[in-house]
């Protein structure tokens, strides 16, 4: 009879630590209210990362698409709009900022797939292409402050 009962004790302190746990993981190791539009933000880049990388022409020499200017657009359309909607102190120019960097990224490739439609086979590569990069430096040094603001889950001294 007392086998029963242990059993029994046993299951309701195992239900209530994983239910604990449960809460703890959703409830306080999400992000903040502050951070949800961030993390939003970031989220929604890292998808249009993989829809940006499924349009890439592998045939097309380096020179972008107009399918993937397309995908750049709606990608810096998105980031923009996402940015509108950060409103913590410490986030919200850092999301303007990518915002911001996403747009010229996207008219640059303009102007490199341009330059770059008129090169010779071997020719060095247009300025375009370095101010691209700079501008790709600049996005992956906003998206890290972002992220470093918010990380996905919070720390155990951020809760308490």
Same mark, same amino acid.
């Given at each position: *009879?007392?086998?029963d009962?242990?059993?029994?004790? !046993? ?8 239910? !604990?746990?449960?809460?703890? &993981? ?5 992000? @903040? ?5 961030? /993390?939003? *933000?970031?989220d ?6 993989? &829809? ?11 020179? $972008? ?10 990608w810096?359309?998105? *980031?923009?709009? /996402?940015? &509108?909607?950060v409103?913590?102190? !410490?986030?919200?120019?850092? =999301?303007?900022?990518?915002? @911001? ?9 303009? +102007? ?6 008129g /090169?010779? $086979?071997?020719?060095p +590569? ?10 790709? =430096? &600049?996005?992956?040094?906003? *998206?890290? +402050? ?7 889950? /919070? ?6």
């Open positions: *009879m007392s086998l009962r242990s059993w029994k004790i !046993g299951v309701a302190v195992a239900l209530t630590v994983v239910i !604990g746990l449960l809460v703890w &993981q959703t409830k306080f190791r999400a992000p @903040t209210s502050e951070c949800q539009p961030v /993390r939003d *933000m970031l929604y880049n890292k998808a249009q990362a993989v &829809q940006i990388e499924s349009k890439i022409d592998k045939n097309s020499k380096g020179v $972008p698409t107009i399918a993937e200017e397309t995908a750049y657009r709606a810096a359309d998105g *980031m923009a709009e /996402r940015a &509108q909607k409103t913590g102190n !410490g986030v919200a120019v850092h =999301a303007v900022q990518l915002a @911001t960097l996403a747009s010229q990224f996207t008219s640059a490739l303009d +102007a490199y797939r341009i330059a770059a439609q /090169r010779a $086979p071997g020719a +590569a247009p300025t375009e292409a370095y101010q691209l990069s700079a501008i790709n =430096a &600049q996005i992956t040094d906003e *998206m890290k +402050a972002l992220n470093d603001a918010c990380p996905t889950h /919070r720390k155990w001294n951020d809760v308490f």
